[in-house]
């Protein structure tokens, strides 16, 4: 069985204020991101023309020097200055939001699980990956304001799916943000991951903790392998029956917070679509009897989560199956 601890009412508002900090973060970032590199002036056979200098500095002539050009410099640099105050601003903000998470104690999110999915998205990068598995109960329950005492949420890996349907925005944004491999981008969370050459979906670091990409079955224009950059130590993601579905289904969002403080948004999957699927998997036949259990008990967590606490959420289209109690 499994038992369901309310946080207090000032975690409770806490938790709301970082993810309130968290979205103004998130905003003032993207607005930054949109005046990155600079704009100047340079002489020409004794004209001057006005130059976009991208932040890898590549450049981009936008014209000579006249009324209209100027206009685009003086506002470039006043919308320019303007972002780079809001962001740096609200970086501060973000530091006092994590310690007072950490005062709180409103986190329980495994440090090194927040830190990946915060690489990934400051990296530009997070919106092909889900994340599946055992660590989508923490944003469940972080939703719901709860912890779930048991040993539901247990585990050493991380299991993020990519949805191969949008590798070509990733490999651009990849690229565009100056991030050469997916694992490089992991090695900014925790510098000791390396990919595994016998498993080349898995990465590991020096504490044993494992971060597996996998992607749907190979379908239509799909790439078949799939090596998530040119980087030969990169990770090939590797195809799950379960998959396509998870990538088609129902979405769920949710900030999640570490015990240190540090916050992640994660991506993941529907509760209601992660039970269902989790008693599939328990059922299958070949299906580890030594998993299985703990299948169906994650499956029966997700959904009490959704029916005590969650139901405010919109309610979902499409059919569910509910799901029994939890072997004793």
Same mark, same amino acid.
């Given at each position: 069985m499994f038992q369901l601890i309310e946080l207090e009412e000032r975690q409770l508002r806490q938790i709301?204020? !970082?993810?309130?900090?968290? &979205?103004?973060?998130?905003?003032?970032?993207?607005?930054?991101g949109e005046v990155r590199g600079s704009m100047k002036w340079k002489t020409v056979s004794g004209r001057q023309y006005l130059i976009r200098v991208s932040r890898t500095g590549a450049e981009r002539g936008l014209g000579p020097r006249d009324e209209h050009t100027q206009g685009l410099f003086e506002a470039f640099h006043a919308r320019k200055a303007t972002a780079d105050a809001r962001l740096k601003a609200m970086r501060g903000a973000l530091d006092e939001?994590?310690?007072?998470?950490? !005062?709180?104690?409103?986190? &329980?999110?495994p440090a090194v699980v927040v830190r990946c999915l915060a690489a990934i998205d400051e990296a530009g990068i997070s919106d092909p990956f889900?994340?599946?598995?055992?660590?989508?109960?923490y944003a469940y329950e972080a939703a719901a304001g709860v912890r779930v005492e048991s040993g539901a949420v247990a585990t050493r890996d991380l299991d993020l799916l990519f949805d191969a349907r949008k590798l070509r925005t990733y490999t651009h944004r990849l690229k565009h943000n100056d991030a050469r491999s997916l694992i490089g981008v992991l090695r900014k969370?925790?510098?000791?991951?390396?990919v595994l050459r016998d498993q080349l979906q898995t990465a590991v670091n020096d504490a044993g903790f494992e971060v597996d990409v996998i992607r749907r079955l190979a379908a239509g224009d799909d790439p078949h392998p799939l090596r998530m950059s040119d980087d030969e130590d990169d990770f090939w993601a590797v195809q799950a029956d379960q998959g396509g579905a998870l990538a088609s289904g129902r979405g769920f969002q949710q900030l999640v917070i570490a015990a240190t403080g540090e916050m992640a948004w994660m991506r993941t999957v529907h509760p209601l679509d992660f039970a269902r699927l989790k008693l599939e998997l328990a059922d299958r036949p070949g299906r580890d009897p030594l998993k299985a259990p703990k299948d169906r008990l994650q499956a029966a967590v997700a959904q009490q989560l959704w029916e005590r606490y969650l139901r405010h959420l919109e309610a979902p289209a499409?059919?569910?199956?509910?799901?029994?109690?939890?072997?004793a």
């Open positions: 709301s204020d !970082a993810q309130a900090t968290w &979205r103004h973060y998130a905003n003032a970032r993207e607005e930054a939001q994590r310690r007072l998470n950490r !005062a709180f104690r409103v986190g &329980r999110t889900i994340t599946v598995g055992t660590h989508a109960l969370a925790d510098p000791t991951f390396r499409g059919p569910s199956s509910p799901v029994p109690p939890p072997p």
